[in-house]
């Protein structure tokens, strides 16, 4: 079977097996209980899918295993375990479900705000989501977060675990607190995003990315009225669409500024501006709309060559407004030094200067070599620049910090 | 709490390298140690002569017995050899010890160690670290309760 | 010349906590000697091999695997360091060791600061 067939297969083993694990674990509260009792018929639609082609009915493919499943391991038991219970709770919801195989409800949104709920640490909803929505492996999901598997194994079953003990429900929240807690959720689909692409030369990196993308996609159906979600999605098309153009063929970094147009994902900038339209039709801006409208704007100056950094400074302007993010500030002062120099922008990071999160902040110290540079201050370039390779994971980034500062001698 | 961050590469491969680009590496090191100290994980690093240049002992035989004053290996020869403990294809080289919050955090530091381009980076959680004038690390009975 | 000494032993010969408390005062004698002397340091301690961490890239991807980087029976458990004129004083140490009774030590020589490999 050809490539783009095989993911088209595993996707929609993917997108069935969450869209049942959904309804049960929403039913039984039991999420655990409910990847077990699925696991068998995920796995087995994991490797026969993309070899024989996706069923005419994957849900009722799914519930037909897993009962089946659900019946053997009933007639193996000899003798009454603890868990039997739980079992049969399984055994009654799947042939409950069987009944009517073509009604089973999208209930992936109550569980993704689930595991996005304020009780559950911040670190741990990304990987829930991408356990229980897509299936994804401890393996894979601790890969993506510098996590060893085992470890990330465990941190998955105590979170699970808390979902039922603190009794989180699984409902869409209600209007007064869905913009909060939509946040949460689409940040963590954000988080699974970042880690995707900050590898764009590995397979697996790209492949995390999509997985994204996926969720994005899968919430702004089930929202549509929610220009947020819209917004989220928007910005990672703007993102997944330069994918390309960030390393050379020799592996160097390349920084925007520089990227080869002709290898920016044109689909992907055009899925995204329609997405961006919509949001905007669909009632206040927010901060995710924000982020990709100003990733829309570095994109249109690159395309065009027409310069429109005071309308981003504008955009960074309400956007630090709204979250008081010293990232923002950040990335704010990048477009303020095009505006008005590296001068102003260097005083505009003042408030950071005794912020002891920058001490480890790679892009902070960038930047401030960059500013630094431009204002002839070679001492004070390189010693930050310093500090930033010492902070950079990727060696491309390093490579390319380390030549900026090389060339701080050259004057 | 204190890690150990052991550095593995194969020196033979390290021998290899023309000083230039050794050179250009070792730049990359002074940079990691740099950012570590300026957030204030930095404790120590030290690079090891080649496993060449080690050697290793052991009680060869005999039996190991608990006296009252302590480990006694009655019987047994001491045996001194050249060479490290183990021998493997990439070879304990060098190391960080860092100052870090949690192992997460220890594996972010480890993750930006130029090293780690080289070979495997092993963290160690250190149990209790004491200065030479506090009391030894594994005294009577203390050990438990210092940490 | 500066040296660092590694411990290496069996963790799960050392489980018993009896022979814990024997070993830490053999050490406990051992460190003084080693506080009196110029240039040492005290040993540390190491968590157990099983609550390592080990990270490696390969083609550009960084895996993290819960566990040493070898899997032998003995494993490293502690270090500490010392200042000898020479590989012979080094093993003079070693050997007042008590770890050179139930388990092995290992010295490696330290590249003096300011000069690399």
């Known amino acids: ?411 | 709490m204190r890690y150990l961050l052991m550095l593995y590469a194969d020196e033979n491969a390290g021998a290899a390298i023309p000083p230039q680009d050794m050179a250009k590496a070792m730049d990359t090191m002074y940079a990691y140690q740099e950012a570590l100290t300026k957030a204030g994980a930095f404790v120590s690093t030290s690079a090891l002569a080649p496993t060449t240049q080690a050697r290793t002992l052991r009680m060869e035989g005999g039996e190991v017995r608990q006296t009252g004053a302590g480990f006694v290996n009655e019987g047994g020869a001491l045996k001194v050899q050249d060479g490290p403990y183990a021998e493997a294809r990439e070879q304990f080289g060098g190391f960080f010890i860092i100052e870090a919050e949690d192992m997460d955090a220890a594996v972010k530091w480890a993750a930006r160690c130029p090293a780690a381009q080289w070979g495997p980076v092993e963290i160690r959680p250190i149990v209790n670290t004491l200065s030479v004038s506090e009391a030894p690390w594994c005294a009577d009975g203390g050990f438990a309760a210092k940490e | 010349m500066r040296y660092m000494l590694l411990i290496h032993h069996d963790e799960n010969d050392l489980g018993d906590p009896d022979r814990l408390n024997e070993i830490y005062a053999g050490w406990a004698a051992f460190n003084a000697a080693l506080a009196k002397a110029a240039g040492a340091a005290p040993g540390e301690r190491m968590e157990p091999a099983s609550k390592a961490t080990t990270v490696r890239v390969r083609d550009g991807r960084t895996g993290i695997v819960d566990g040493p980087y070898s899997d032998t029976k003995e494993q490293l458990g502690g270090y500490f360091f010392i200042e000898a004129e020479s590989l012979e004083k080094a093993v003079e140490w070693a050997e007042l060791c008590p770890a050179s009774k139930y388990g092995a030590v290992e010295i490696r020589p330290i590249v003096p600061p300011g000069r690399d490999y």
């Open chain 1, 1 to 411: 079977m050809a490539d783009a067939a095989r993911r088209a297969a595993e996707r929609a083993a993917r997108d069935s097996y969450g869209r049942l694990l959904a309804f049960l674990a929403a039913r039984t509260r039991d999420v655990a209980g409910a990847e077990d009792a699925l696991a068998e018929a995920f796995a087995s639609a994991l490797q026969s899918w993309p070899e024989q082609g996706v069923p005419a009915n994957p849900d009722a493919w799914l519930l037909t295993v897993a009962r089946r499943r659900q019946a053997d391991a009933h007639r193996r038991r000899l003798t009454r375990q603890a868990g039997e219970g739980h079992l049969t709770l399984m055994r009654e919801e799947l042939d409950e479900i069987a009944m009517t195989p073509d009604a089973i409800p999208d209930r992936r949104l109550a569980l993704m705000f689930a595991c996005a709920h304020p009780h559950i640490e911040p670190a741990m909803r990304s990987p829930l989501i991408l356990q229980t929505v897509l299936g994804l492996t401890a393996a894979d999901i601790g890969a993506a977060f510098l996590v060893p598997a085992g470890t990330m194994g465990q941190r998955l079953v105590r979170a699970k675990t808390r979902i039922g003990q603190m009794g989180i429900g699984f409902e869409i929240p209600d209007a007064a607190d869905l913009p909060a807690r939509l946040d949460a959720v689409l940040d963590a689909i954000y988080a699974a995003y970042a880690k995707g692409w900050t590898d764009p030369a590995g397979e697996d990196g790209g492949q995390l990315a999509e997985e994204a993308i996926w969720l994005g996609r899968l919430v702004v159906s089930l929202l549509p009225d929610a220009p947020e979600a819209k917004g989220m999605l928007a910005l990672m098309h703007y993102s997944h669409a330069r994918r390309a153009a960030r390393r050379d063929a020799g592996g160097a970094y390349v920084p925007l500024e520089r990227q080869d147009t002709a290898l920016w994902d044109l689909d992907a900038i055009g899925a995204a501006e329609a997405l961006l339209h919509a949001a905007s039709r669909g009632g206040p801006t927010g901060r995710c709309q924000i982020e990709a409208a100003i990733q829309s704007a570095h994109i249109a100056r690159r395309l065009s060559g027409r310069d429109n950094w005071p309308a981003i400074l504008q955009l960074y302007d309400i956007l630090l407004g709204m979250t008081g993010s010293p990232v923002v500030l950040l990335n704010r002062a990048a477009a303020l030094a095009a505006v008005e120099g590296p001068h102003a922008a260097l005083a505009s990071l003042a408030p950071l200067a005794g912020d002891k999160r920058m001490l480890d902040y790679q892009p902070y110290w960038a930047l401030r070599g960059h500013l630094l540079a431009e204002t002839g201050d070679r001492a004070g370039a390189h010693e930050a620049l310093t500090l930033a390779m010492g902070l950079s994971a990727d060696p491309a980034v390093r490579r390319w910090l380390g030549a900026r500062r090389a060339a701080l001698q050259d004057g």
